[in-house]
């Protein structure tokens, strides 16, 4: 009997209204969803690199990493409210169901940046959101994912464009000078 995928909910934004920066995922992985934490696989590279960006370190416990993100300005979400999925993986997403963006940023209105947490994020965003959004004055770019899954760039090379598109955004990052980790 072949096993049936199942419908998945995302997890509520997380961030205050002076956020400038949105970090939006897909949908989160079944490590995270049964942690109930953004980016919990041990191997995802989110948090290391948010703990160079913003001093979110993977170190810190979870309420503390998240407090230390959205007081450095940036909120974290989803680009789907649901989908279809077996499994983790973003080529599993079926039956798209996206966030309602037009709410969230009538409520977040200092948000001038959003950069998608892979292809998958923009992917959907674009095909679900945009064609629809009443916000039309924000900047959106697309970094590599820092899922496991994306093994074809280093960690370090993922830092790098992340940290180049914070800094072209305008965010002051918390370490003093750009750091391999």
């Given amino acids: 009997m072949p096993i049936k995928s199942t419908r998945i909910t995302s997890f509520p934004p997380v961030g205050n209204k002076k956020a400038q920066f949105l970090i939006l995922g897909s949908m989160p ?3 995270s969803l049964a942690a109930n934490q953004y980016y919990a696989h041990p191997r995802n590279a989110f948090w290391p690199i948010m703990g160079v960006i913003a001093g979110a370190h993977p170190t810190l416990p979870y309420a503390q990493r998240l407090k230390v993100l959205t007081g450095s300005g ?6 789907l409210q649901s989908c279809v999925r077996l499994g983790s993986l973003d080529t599993a997403i079926r039956d798209e169901v996206p966030n309602d963006f037009n709410s969230f940023l009538a409520a977040h209105t200092r948000i001038t940046h959003i950069f998608f947490n892979g292809a ?3 992917q959907s965003f ?5 064609p629809t959004l009443e916000y039309t004055e924000l900047i959106l770019e697309k970094l590599p994912s820092t899922s496991p899954a994306h093994a074809g760039m280093s960690l370090v090379d993922k830092l790098e464009k992340w940290q180049d598109a914070f800094e072209r955004a305008g965010f002051k990052t918390k370490l003093p000078e750009k750091s391999p980790l």
């Fill in 120 to 122: 998958k994020a923009e």
């Fill in 74 to 79: 940036i909120m974290m979400w989803e680009a």
């Fill in 126 to 130: 674009r095909k679900h959101v945009l």
């Fill in 29 to 31: 992985g079944e490590m």
